[in-house]
Protein backbone atom coordinates (compact mmCIF):
# COMPACT_ATOMS: atom_id res chain seq x y z
CA UNK A 1 0.00 0.00 0.00
CA UNK A 2 1.31 3.62 -0.79
CA UNK A 3 1.61 5.55 2.30
CA UNK A 4 0.96 9.68 2.64
CA UNK A 5 5.07 10.06 3.57
CA UNK A 6 5.24 8.59 -0.14
CA UNK A 7 2.48 11.33 -1.41
CA UNK A 8 4.45 14.18 1.12
CA UNK A 9 7.51 13.02 -0.78
CA UNK A 10 6.06 13.16 -4.34
CA UNK A 11 4.34 16.38 -4.02
CA UNK A 12 7.84 18.07 -3.02
CA UNK A 13 9.37 16.60 -5.88
CA UNK A 14 6.85 18.24 -8.25
CA UNK A 15 7.58 21.71 -6.51
CA UNK A 16 7.85 24.07 -10.02
CA UNK A 17 5.32 22.30 -11.89
CA UNK A 18 3.34 24.94 -13.81
CA UNK A 19 -0.76 25.13 -13.14
CA UNK A 20 -3.30 25.35 -16.18
CA UNK A 21 -7.02 24.61 -15.04
CA UNK A 22 -7.68 20.94 -15.89
CA UNK A 23 -4.14 19.47 -16.42
CA UNK A 24 -3.33 16.16 -14.15
CA UNK A 25 0.11 16.00 -14.04
CA UNK A 26 -0.53 15.39 -17.96
CA UNK A 27 0.89 17.42 -21.01
CA UNK A 28 -0.52 21.15 -21.76
CA UNK A 29 -1.64 21.27 -25.34
CA UNK A 30 -3.27 23.62 -27.70
CA UNK A 31 -6.44 21.41 -28.48
CA UNK A 32 -6.46 20.65 -24.33
CA UNK A 33 -6.58 24.16 -24.18
CA UNK A 34 -9.23 24.69 -26.54
CA UNK A 35 -11.59 22.42 -25.16
CA UNK A 36 -10.71 23.83 -21.74
CA UNK A 37 -11.77 27.53 -23.13
CA UNK A 38 -14.96 26.12 -24.37
CA UNK A 39 -16.00 24.50 -21.35
CA UNK A 40 -14.89 26.76 -18.82
CA UNK A 41 -15.03 30.28 -20.29
CA UNK A 42 -14.58 32.30 -17.64
CA UNK A 43 -12.02 30.37 -16.17
CA UNK A 44 -9.81 29.36 -19.00
CA UNK A 45 -9.92 32.81 -20.69
CA UNK A 46 -7.83 33.74 -23.70
CA UNK A 47 -5.70 35.86 -21.74
CA UNK A 48 -5.50 32.77 -19.55
CA UNK A 49 -4.05 30.79 -22.48
CA UNK A 50 -2.06 33.55 -23.64
CA UNK A 51 0.02 33.88 -20.33
CA UNK A 52 0.32 29.66 -20.65
CA UNK A 53 1.78 30.37 -23.47
CA UNK A 54 3.99 33.69 -22.90
CA UNK A 55 5.48 31.29 -19.54
CA UNK A 56 5.75 28.15 -21.99
CA UNK A 57 3.78 26.20 -20.35
CA UNK A 58 2.51 24.12 -23.62
CA UNK A 59 4.05 21.05 -24.44
CA UNK A 60 5.02 20.40 -21.05
CA UNK A 61 3.53 18.87 -17.81
CA UNK A 62 0.94 20.74 -16.19
CA UNK A 63 -1.27 20.09 -13.18
CA UNK A 64 -4.17 21.87 -11.10
CA UNK A 65 -4.14 21.33 -7.42
CA UNK A 66 -6.34 18.23 -7.34
CA UNK A 67 -4.13 16.73 -10.07
CA UNK A 68 -1.06 16.69 -7.94
CA UNK A 69 -2.16 13.91 -5.17
CA UNK A 70 -4.05 12.43 -8.24
CA UNK A 71 -1.17 11.16 -10.11
CA UNK A 72 -0.01 9.79 -7.34
CA UNK A 73 -3.01 7.71 -6.27
CA UNK A 74 -3.50 7.05 -10.08
CA UNK A 75 -6.97 8.31 -9.30
CA UNK A 76 -8.05 11.49 -10.53
CA UNK A 77 -10.83 13.56 -8.24
CA UNK A 78 -12.42 16.96 -8.09
CA UNK A 79 -11.64 18.67 -5.16
CA UNK A 80 -15.76 17.86 -4.24
CA UNK A 81 -15.16 14.32 -4.84
CA UNK A 82 -11.63 14.45 -2.37
CA UNK A 83 -13.90 15.58 0.51
CA UNK A 84 -17.03 12.95 -0.72
CA UNK A 85 -14.55 10.23 -0.30
CA UNK A 86 -12.76 10.48 2.15
CA UNK A 87 -12.07 7.74 4.95
CA UNK A 88 -11.76 10.74 8.03
CA UNK A 89 -11.90 14.57 7.62
CA UNK A 90 -10.00 16.20 10.26
CA UNK A 91 -10.33 19.89 11.81
CA UNK A 92 -7.22 21.80 10.54
CA UNK A 93 -7.05 22.83 14.19
CA UNK A 94 -5.45 19.87 14.62
CA UNK A 95 -2.89 20.48 11.97
CA UNK A 96 0.05 19.85 14.15
CA UNK A 97 -0.98 16.51 14.42
CA UNK A 98 -1.72 15.52 11.05
CA UNK A 99 1.06 13.00 9.30
CA UNK A 100 2.54 14.16 6.14
CA UNK A 101 0.11 12.95 3.14
CA UNK A 102 -3.12 14.24 4.46
CA UNK A 103 -4.47 15.96 2.06
CA UNK A 104 -5.54 19.63 3.10
CA UNK A 105 -9.09 20.83 1.89
CA UNK A 106 -10.87 24.13 1.06
CA UNK A 107 -14.32 24.90 -1.25
CA UNK A 108 -12.43 24.44 -4.56
CA UNK A 109 -8.79 24.15 -3.62
CA UNK A 110 -6.32 20.77 -2.06
CA UNK A 111 -3.04 20.87 -1.53
CA UNK A 112 -0.59 18.17 0.55
CA UNK A 113 0.99 18.65 3.96
CA UNK A 114 4.38 18.05 4.58
CA UNK A 115 5.09 18.23 7.84
CA UNK A 116 6.55 20.64 10.29
CA UNK A 117 9.65 22.48 8.99
CA UNK A 118 11.26 24.92 11.98
CA UNK A 119 8.06 24.51 14.01
CA UNK A 120 5.93 25.61 11.07
CA UNK A 121 3.30 23.39 9.16
CA UNK A 122 4.05 23.36 5.71
CA UNK A 123 2.38 22.07 2.80
CA UNK A 124 2.59 21.70 -1.43
CA UNK A 125 -0.02 23.30 -3.43
CA UNK A 126 -0.74 23.89 -7.15
CA UNK A 127 -1.94 26.95 -6.22
CA UNK A 128 -2.73 28.61 -9.82
CA UNK A 129 -1.37 29.76 -12.46
CA UNK A 130 0.66 32.63 -11.39
CA UNK A 131 2.42 30.31 -9.48
CA UNK A 132 2.44 26.67 -10.44
CA UNK A 133 3.59 24.04 -7.52
CA UNK A 134 4.83 25.75 -4.64
CA UNK A 135 5.81 25.27 -1.12
CA UNK A 136 3.91 27.19 1.52
CA UNK A 137 3.21 27.80 5.21
CA UNK A 138 -0.50 25.91 5.92
CA UNK A 139 -1.08 28.96 7.93
CA UNK A 140 -0.84 31.34 4.50
CA UNK A 141 -4.31 29.47 2.87
CA UNK A 142 -7.84 29.18 4.47
CA UNK A 143 -7.71 25.29 4.69
CA UNK A 144 -10.42 24.26 6.22
CA UNK A 145 -10.16 20.46 7.19
CA UNK A 146 -6.92 17.73 6.37
CA UNK A 147 -8.09 14.23 4.35
CA UNK A 148 -7.13 10.72 4.95
CA UNK A 149 -8.02 8.11 2.47
CA UNK A 150 -8.38 4.35 3.00
CA UNK A 151 -5.49 3.71 0.01
CA UNK A 152 -3.03 5.40 1.93
CA UNK A 153 -1.34 4.49 4.91
CA UNK A 154 -0.44 6.68 7.14
CA UNK A 155 1.45 6.86 10.65
CA UNK A 156 0.92 9.48 13.47
CA UNK A 157 2.37 10.13 16.64
CA UNK A 158 -0.99 10.87 17.78
CA UNK A 159 -4.38 10.04 16.36
CA UNK A 160 -6.37 12.50 15.40
CA UNK A 161 -10.48 12.22 15.42
CA UNK A 162 -12.40 12.87 12.57
CA UNK A 163 -15.63 11.99 10.71
CA UNK A 164 -16.67 10.21 7.38
CA UNK A 165 -19.44 10.44 4.56
CA UNK A 166 -22.50 8.30 5.87
CA UNK A 167 -24.59 6.45 3.84
CA UNK A 168 -27.80 8.30 2.28
CA UNK A 169 -31.27 8.02 3.81
CA UNK A 170 -33.16 8.89 0.53
CA UNK A 171 -33.54 6.67 -2.76
CA UNK A 172 -31.27 7.64 -5.73
CA UNK A 173 -33.61 9.27 -8.63
CA UNK A 174 -33.95 8.16 -12.23
CA UNK A 175 -35.20 11.04 -13.49
CA UNK A 176 -33.09 14.46 -14.65
CA UNK A 177 -32.81 17.20 -11.44
CA UNK A 178 -32.48 20.58 -11.76
CA UNK A 179 -33.38 23.94 -10.65
CA UNK A 180 -37.38 23.94 -10.05
CA UNK A 181 -37.33 20.26 -9.21
CA UNK A 182 -38.80 19.42 -6.10
CA UNK A 183 -39.28 16.16 -3.97
CA UNK A 184 -37.34 12.90 -2.56
CA UNK A 185 -35.20 12.55 -5.40
CA UNK A 186 -33.70 16.38 -4.56
CA UNK A 187 -33.26 15.38 -0.94
CA UNK A 188 -30.80 12.70 -2.54
CA UNK A 189 -29.10 14.81 -4.22
CA UNK A 190 -29.12 17.49 -1.82
CA UNK A 191 -27.66 14.91 0.64
CA UNK A 192 -24.61 14.03 -1.45
CA UNK A 193 -23.57 17.41 -2.49
CA UNK A 194 -23.33 18.72 1.67
CA UNK A 195 -21.37 15.54 2.04
CA UNK A 196 -19.32 16.56 -1.26
CA UNK A 197 -18.28 19.65 0.94
CA UNK A 198 -21.39 22.16 0.15
CA UNK A 199 -22.33 21.66 3.61
CA UNK A 200 -20.97 25.52 4.37
CA UNK A 201 -20.65 28.95 2.69
CA UNK A 202 -19.36 28.39 -0.75
CA UNK A 203 -18.69 30.24 -3.97
CA UNK A 204 -19.18 29.85 -7.77
CA UNK A 205 -18.87 32.09 -10.84
CA UNK A 206 -17.39 34.83 -8.27
CA UNK A 207 -20.58 34.90 -5.85
CA UNK A 208 -20.85 33.49 -2.13
CA UNK A 209 -23.49 31.04 -1.68
CA UNK A 210 -25.03 29.74 1.58
CA UNK A 211 -24.99 26.12 2.37
CA UNK A 212 -27.12 23.38 0.75
CA UNK A 213 -29.84 22.50 3.18
CA UNK A 214 -31.71 18.88 2.59
CA UNK A 215 -35.34 20.32 2.07
CA UNK A 216 -36.38 18.79 -1.42
CA UNK A 217 -36.11 21.83 -3.29
CA UNK A 218 -33.68 22.66 -5.79
CA UNK A 219 -33.33 26.11 -5.38
CA UNK A 220 -30.43 29.09 -6.76
CA UNK A 221 -28.14 27.18 -3.62
CA UNK A 222 -28.53 24.21 -4.88
CA UNK A 223 -27.97 25.00 -8.58
CA UNK A 224 -24.98 27.07 -7.68
CA UNK A 225 -23.85 23.46 -6.27
CA UNK A 226 -24.46 21.23 -8.54
CA UNK A 227 -22.88 23.51 -11.21
CA UNK A 228 -19.89 24.10 -8.63
CA UNK A 229 -18.94 20.23 -8.22
CA UNK A 230 -19.53 19.45 -12.23
CA UNK A 231 -17.03 22.47 -12.48
CA UNK A 232 -14.75 20.13 -10.18
CA UNK A 233 -15.16 17.29 -11.76
CA UNK A 234 -14.27 18.81 -15.22
CA UNK A 235 -17.73 17.47 -16.79
CA UNK A 236 -19.95 19.55 -18.32
CA UNK A 237 -21.76 22.17 -16.34
CA UNK A 238 -25.28 22.68 -17.32
CA UNK A 239 -27.19 22.10 -13.62
CA UNK A 240 -28.54 18.88 -14.76
CA UNK A 241 -27.91 16.31 -12.31
CA UNK A 242 -28.58 12.78 -14.62
CA UNK A 243 -26.53 9.62 -14.66
CA UNK A 244 -23.24 11.39 -15.02
CA UNK A 245 -23.73 13.85 -12.68
CA UNK A 246 -25.01 10.85 -10.56
CA UNK A 247 -22.25 8.49 -10.80
CA UNK A 248 -19.87 11.50 -9.80
CA UNK A 249 -21.98 11.86 -6.79
CA UNK A 250 -21.68 8.40 -5.82
CA UNK A 251 -18.27 8.11 -6.57
Not at 23 to 38: E, G, I, P, Y
Not at 127 to 156: H, M, P
Amino acid sequence: MKTGKQLAEYAASKIGVPYFYGCKMSLLTSDFADRMHKTYPKVVTSTYIAKARKKKQFLTINTDCSGLPGAFRGKQLGSAQLYATAYTRMPISNIKDFAPGVILWKSGHVGVYIGMENGIPMCVEAKGIDYGVIKSRVASTNWQCGLTFSDLDYTYDKTVAGTWKGTNPYVEPTAIIQKGSKGLGVKWLQWELREAGYDRVFSYGGRMYGAVVVDGDAGKITDAAIRAFQASCKIKVDGKVGEITRAFLKN
